[in-house]
């Protein structure tokens, strides 16, 4: 059976919602981060796992680098193609499970960011991704990883909410899968014009920081340092994200 993430509909119907001008905007800015935190310069390689819409992969191109971005919809690498195009920037793209994405081109890193880690069945999945980027990578290679944590899950966990967005109302619904294991997401959209509705549940893996760290460097990295965000926070009480930079 098909897992969630690889029914294309559910993209497509969602995706006005997930990338909406705000998170465009954040793009460059996330770009630039990665570039830093990963010590890059113009023509170094970057591998993009789980680009979407290409918002990040773009910018990174804008910068001089050599971008694959890897994606499993082939609707949201269309979209990456035309943005590029009308940015004047070369993309590589690949559709692709990750867990299962291989190259013979070696990265001088890699990022997975925007919070798309964690939504595979098992831990053991999950993992088969972490060790496919590392295979890519050359030796000493970075990788970024930024994702909800356990601990960011806790601190800003909220029941619902809704909110307007794209012509429809948003609703969502959140619960807690056993020990904070997981988060359960309800989404239901209400088109405001003709209000049909379609809704949407998934799960995704909650990792503490230290763990997931830990299992980083049991799947192909040698170092793994943790932050609360992208200009080196400290990953503390105060931490709105988590981002992890590795290196194999």
């Not at 770009?31 to 310069?41: D, Q, S, Y």
């Not at 609703?171 to 509705?197: H, M, N, P, Y």
């Not at 400290?234 to 992890?244: E, L, N, R």
Request: hydrophobic share 40%; with cysteine.
């Amino acid at each position: 059976m098909k897992e969630w993430f690889e029914d294309e509909d559910f993209w497509l119907n969602y995706a006005p919602i997930m990338f909406d001008e705000q998170h465009w905007a954040e793009a460059a800015g996330i770009a630039e981060a990665c570039t830093r935190l990963a010590g890059l310069k113009e023509s170094s390689s970057i591998l993009d796992a789980c680009c979407a819409v290409g918002r990040v992969s773009v910018e990174l191109a804008k910068q001089g680098l050599s971008v694959t971005g890897v994606d499993l919809t082939q609707a949201y690498l269309a979209t990456a193609k035309e943005t590029a195009e009308a940015e004047g920037v070369a993309l590589n793209l690949v559709q692709k499970d990750m867990r299962r994405f291989t190259s013979r081109k070696k990265f001088d890193a890699a990022i997975n960011v925007y919070n798309s880690f964690g939504y595979c069945n098992s831990i053991a999945e999950d993992m088969k991704i972490i060790r496919q980027i590392s295979k890519a990578l050359k030796k000493g290679g970075c990788f970024i990883l930024e994702c909800i944590s356990r601990e960011t899950a806790i601190r800003y966990f909220t029941e619902g909410e809704w909110f307007k967005r794209a012509g429809k109302t948003v609703l969502t619904q959140f619960t807690v899968e056993g020990a904070w294991e997981g988060l359960r997401s309800k989404w239901i959209l209400i088109d405001d014009g003709d209000g049909s509705r379609i809704e949407h549940e998934f799960v995704q893996r909650l990792y503490s920081a230290a763990e997931l760290r830990d299992m980083i460097c049991r799947n192909g990295f040698s170092s793994a340092q943790v932050y609360g965000g992208f200009t080196n926070e400290p990953y503390d009480y105060s931490a709105k994200t988590m981002v992890i930079v590795a290196v194999k």
